[in-house]
């Protein structure tokens, strides 16, 4: 029996309104993220995933549909409930150089969750954001704390990133196309990384890219998104290998030989 | 990254002027203590005639002016109000437009709307007519003279911060701190406030250098506090009495403070600009 979702999209719709002509950047989305699980979500760039991104974590509402955070509508949580959906679902960027702060130290940039939640004295925020980093895998983590992101290599940057989404010991993870800056090497190892922490840690994850080349091994479901739609849904097998529509076919086939 | 060097002074035209900011800021703190005579005395002779129109030379070394005054005296007492006027009208011009300008390009929508035609409004008002009306409505004194500065000159601060600020906004370590749950002010004031300090810097020298120019130039127009001297009114009473074409030791040694405080601020300024834009560095 699967687990209590997380997250649930029921038929969410967003629109946006520009120069009088109107935009359906999502259509029609519904999917559950669940605990321990990791949907990936494949499409073009302006096929509306990054729109659906910023809903999952409540930088955008919906236009129509509703999204519910462990039963209760996302649109209307104010207060402590809001405060308690940005703790359980944090989020994960794409540019590792632009995503922290050039003025932050990495020990600044990765407690400042702890901080805004009011967690913790000066000294045990600075624990707790070692203990971040090295579930981050930047051993040892109190190495770090002092670093600016400038000293810091991209993969390692985005593993900076990836424990400050950590630190608030959140339930779900969106990345939006977390490794697409990253060279290859770094790529693996990050990807690595967040398979390990659905598994270990029972987080839920949406990641979502334009490369089908990544979901391989790594996904348990894959949804293919089309002009704000989710035009095919299945196992990453069930998708490589018999693909139903045209559009995956070329996703496919755009798949660079190894 | 360019190297940031002793308070971001990286060349020799910045720290000369470095230096003689500091040297003016020095001379207007121990003002009493320097000024040889009091600057507002009528100086006689032994046998009881005023002192007016010498020559620079003996008891005065700079001369002394219609009145029988001290030059040199005046100087370093008009200092205090001249600079003391620069700095608080440029704090006070930077506060405000800072503030309009993050608010406006971080919010953007409405507050944007209302904070920008605000601004135009005191681009769209003459600097003089408009001190000359407030002056007559309050009455002639350095506060009177700060407000009037401040009121107007923050409208550039505010239009640089907000376009800066409408790009850092969309950083996205600006909306890492979002999801996070943090709040607009902690997102404006923590993130992008403090990465717009060299440009926030920069126009507060550039402030100090319009504010010392506004109160001279106001001062010769005679809207000055007539209990106070400054370098602006030095050169009001050159003026009114005449004396402009007669003495040069009047009027040269004011003048000559205004242009070379004004100078020191931009040569600082210059060094600030490279770190708030470093593309102009080579």
């Given at each position: 029996m699967p687990a209590e979702p997380i997250l649930r999209f029921d038929a969410v719709e967003k629109r946006f309104h520009a120069r009088g002509k109107r935009v359906d950047a999502v259509r029609g989305v519904s999917f559950d993220l669940v605990p321990g699980r990791v949907l990936g979500i494949v499409g073009q760039s302006g096929s509306g995933k990054s729109t659906l991104a910023n809903m999952m974590v409540r930088a955008e509402t919906p236009s129509a549909g509703r999204i519910l955070f462990s039963g209760a509508d996302l649109a209307t949580l104010r207060g402590a409930g809001l405060k308690g959906f940005r703790r359980a679902v944090q989020m994960i960027f794409q540019d590792p150089f632009g995503s922290l702060n050039p003025r932050f130290a990495v020990g600044r940039t990765v407690a400042e969750p702890l901080l805004i939640h009011g967690l913790g004295a000066s000294a045990?925020?600075?624990?707790?954001?070692?203990?971040?980093?090295?579930?981050?895998?930047?051993?040892?983590?109190?190495?770090?704390?002092?670093?600016?992101?400038?000293?810091?290599?991209?993969?390692?940057?985005?593993?900076?990133?990836?424990?400050?989404?950590?630190?608030?010991?959140?339930?779900?993870?969106?990345?939006?196309?977390?490794?697409?800056?990253l060279d290859m090497s770094a790529r693996a190892g990050v990807i690595r990384l967040l398979r390990r922490l659905v598994e270990e840690e029972g987080l839920a994850l949406a990641f979502i890219t334009h490369d089908l080349s990544l979901i391989g091994g790594f996904c348990d479901e894959v949804a293919v998104m089309l002009e704000g739609a989710f035009i095919e849904r299945g196992t990453p097998e069930a998708i490589l290998t018999r693909p139903q529509h045209d559009y995956t076919r070329r996703l496919i086939a755009a798949i660079p030989v190894p | 990254m360019p190297e940031r060097g002793f308070l971001g002074f990286t060349t020799l035209s910045g720290r000369v002027g470095l230096g003689l900011f500091l040297a003016f800021c020095l001379i207007?703190?121990?003002?009493?203590?320097?000024?040889?005579?009091?600057?507002?005395?009528?100086?006689?002779?032994?046998?009881?005639?005023?002192?007016?129109?010498?020559?620079?030379?003996?008891?005065?070394?700079?001369?002394?002016?219609?009145?029988?005054?001290?030059?040199?005296?005046?100087?370093?007492?008009?200092?205090?109000?001249?600079?003391?006027?620069?700095?608080?009208?440029?704090?006070?011009?930077?506060?405000i437009g800072a503030n309009v300008g993050l608010f406006a390009g971080y919010f953007r929508g409405w507050?944007?709307?209302?904070?920008?035609?605000?601004?135009?409004?005191?681009?769209?008002?003459?600097?003089?007519?408009?001190?000359?009306?407030?002056?007559?409505?309050?009455?002639?004194?350095?506060?009177?003279?700060?407000?009037?500065?401040?009121?107007?000159?923050?409208?550039?601060?505010?239009?640089?911060?907000?376009?800066?600020?409408?790009?850092?906004?969309?950083?996205?370590?600006?909306?890492?701190?979002?999801?996070?749950?943090?709040?607009?002010?902690?997102?404006?004031?923590?993130?992008?406030?403090?990465?717009?300090?060299?440009?926030?810097l920069l126009y507060t020298a550039i402030g100090i250098a319009y504010a010392v120019l506004s109160e001279a130039s106001l001062s010769f127009l005679g809207f000055g506090d007539p209990s106070l001297v400054s370098w602006g009114s030095m050169l009001?009473?050159?003026?009114?009495?005449?004396?402009?074409?007669?003495?040069?030791?009047?009027?040269?040694?004011?003048?000559?403070?205004?242009?070379?405080?004004?100078i020191s601020v931009f040569l600082m300024a210059r060094d600030w600009e490279l770190i708030a834009n470093p593309r102009l560095a080579r």
């Open positions: 045990e925020r600075r624990d707790r954001a070692a203990a971040a980093l090295e579930a981050a895998e930047l051993r040892p983590g109190a190495a770090f704390l002092d670093k600016l992101p400038h000293e810091l290599s991209g993969g390692q940057r985005q593993r900076v990133a990836i424990a400050r989404a950590l630190v608030l010991g959140p339930r779900a993870l969106v990345a939006d196309e977390p490794v697409s800056m | 207007a703190l121990a003002a009493p203590a320097l000024a040889p005579l009091d600057p507002l005395a009528i100086n006689y002779d032994a046998s009881g005639g005023m002192q007016r129109m010498r020559p620079p030379g003996g008891d005065f070394p700079l001369g002394t002016n219609y009145y029988g005054r001290d030059i040199l005296s005046q100087i370093i007492a008009g200092s205090r109000v001249s600079i003391g006027v620069g700095l608080l009208s440029a704090l006070i011009i930077v506060f507050v944007d709307a209302l904070l920008m035609r605000l601004t135009d409004i005191a681009f769209g008002i003459p600097f003089f007519p408009f001190a000359v009306l407030l002056v007559a409505l309050l009455e002639p004194s350095i506060w009177n003279m700060v407000l009037t500065i401040s009121c107007l000159l923050w409208r550039s601060v505010a239009r640089v911060v907000r376009s800066q600020a409408l790009s850092l906004r969309e950083r996205p370590y600006i909306r890492a701190a979002q999801v996070a749950g943090a709040s607009d002010l902690r997102v404006m004031y923590v993130h992008i406030l403090p990465n717009l300090m060299p440009m926030v009001y009473d050159a003026y009114v009495t005449g004396s402009i074409s007669r003495a040069w030791w009047w009027t040269v040694p004011p003048g000559l403070c205004i242009t070379l405080f004004v």
